[in-house]
């Protein structure tokens, strides 16, 4: 798609967010939208292959520690990043000998320019890095994941099972890795491990495991719908596959099927952030902005690092005429992760709305920008 045509698409003054969203699945960009969207502890990693800066190919199986394995999702853009990276630095310099490895991804770019691929490297380098360092192009990693914020860090147990996950990188969070790294390596249990959610039976995981290789694989989608119900049944507490229904039904703009499966989810655990995060959207989209913005707050509520709920509570907030709250929440998501067009897509969506053309054109334009330079 070339920028005169997406110029058009902006000089256009109705039915521009559809024709945005429309883009946005077709470039297939990910929202940097809990740690992970729909995995969660005791699950199974997903898989990689990426190469890393030293031009060698790393596959998740071969970084896998004897006893843990540390995998931090990065960029340079971001503030936290490299005070996450210096710490895991130390943990390999402390554990390494004794069972600890670690990796990072980055995730600067949907594709890796010369400039940026320096720009990665030159800030790997200054580190002194003790651990690989690779490059996520087309972001599929970070996609298979269900990364939502910047930096963020997945602790694996030796068979390759999610022991800890932790976004962003709070004082408090960080000193609690810590703890669980150094206590799991010594062979302690130690109480962190309850706090990180519920845990799911055998059965259940089976089925959620195959319901998201079925939906990785394309062909078989359809089969995804089945597995996660399955999943669901098997295990009533178990909240992932009740996400990653939500998702699958609203993609199918099946609304009523997506709230169905966010209250249940929020019947089981309701704190939970990205489930928060959803319904809220869909309910301020369903015209309950108010109780969509109660929904929107609480996902927020003690997250440093959650950019696009943020841009849901701007986008909220601006239909309620609260503009200056409104405003302030799309340049707080919008310094979290910079290139993320769904940010924009949803201020433009919201000065459409109030019919302030040119503001949401400015918008959308910086929206299609992000898309573009992810193509």
């Known amino acids: 798609m070339?920028?005169?045509?997406?110029?058009?698409?902006?000089?256009?003054?109705?039915?521009?967010?559809?024709?945005?969203?429309?883009?946005?699945?077709i470039?297939?960009?990910?929202?940097?939208?809990?740690?992970?969207?729909?995995?969660?502890?005791?699950?199974?990693?997903?898989?990689f292959q990426l190469e890393s800066?030293?031009?060698?190919?790393?596959?998740?199986?071969?970084?896998?520690?004897e006893k843990l394995t540390a995998v931090v999702f990065w960029s340079t853009w971001s503030r936290k990043s490299e005070e996450?990276?210096?710490?895991?630095?130390?943990?390999?310099?402390?554990?390494?000998?004794r069972g600890f490895s670690a990796g990072a991804i980055n995730v600067d770019d949907q594709n890796f320019s010369a400039e940026s691929l320096l720009k990665v490297r030159n800030?790997?380098?200054?580190?002194?890095l003790n651990f690989p360092v690779m490059i996520d192009r087309g972001l599929a990693t970070f996609r298979d994941y269900g990364v939502i914020a910047v930096p963020s860090t997945v602790i694996l147990d030796a068979k390759g099972k999610i022991v800890y996950d932790l976004s962003g990188f709070p004082l408090v969070g960080a000193r609690e890795m810590e703890l669980l790294i150094s206590n799991l390596i010594e062979g302690k249990k130690i109480e962190v491990e309850a706090e990180k959610g519920y845990q799911p039976n055998k059965t259940a995981l089976r089925y959620y495991q195959l319901g998201r290789k079925s939906l990785k694989s394309g062909r078989m989608a359809s089969m995804a719908e089945k597995y996660f119900l399955k999943a669901a049944e098997s295990d009533s507490r178990f909240i992932s596959p009740r996400l990653s229904l939500a998702a699958f039904y609203r993609d199918r703009n099946n609304l009523a099927a997506a709230r169905e499966q966010l209250t249940k989810a929020l019947?089981?655990?309701?704190?939970?952030?990205v489930a928060l995060c959803r319904m809220g959207l869909l309910l301020v989209e369903a015209g309950e902005t108010e109780k969509g913005i109660e929904l929107l707050d609480r996902s927020l509520a003690g997250e440093d690092n959650y950019p696009i709920c943020r841009a849901y509570l701007g986008y909220a907030l601006g239909k309620t005429d609260r503009k200056k709250e409104s405003v302030e929440r799309f340049r707080e998501a919008a310094e979290q992760n910079p290139r993320d067009a769904e940010i924009f897509l949803y201020e433009g969506k919201m000065h459409e709305e109030k019919e302030e053309v040119a503001q949401a054109a400015e918008a959308y334009r910086q929206s299609l920008e992000r898309m573009i330079a992810s193509e």
């Open 2 to 25: 070339s920028l005169s045509v997406a110029a058009g698409l902006v000089r256009r003054k109705s039915h521009l967010f559809s024709a945005l969203a429309v883009l946005i699945g």
């Open 27 to 47: 470039l297939g960009i990910v929202p940097a939208a809990a740690t992970l969207q729909e995995l969660q502890v005791g699950v199974e990693a997903p898989e």
């Open 53 to 65: 800066l030293s031009g060698k190919t790393v596959r998740l199986s071969e970084l896998r520690g």
């Open 84 to 97: 996450n990276l210096l710490k895991m630095k130390e943990m390999v310099e402390s554990y390494g000998a």
């Open 123 to 128: 800030t790997a380098d200054a580190m002194s």
């Open 267 to 273: 019947e089981c655990e309701p704190e939970n952030s």
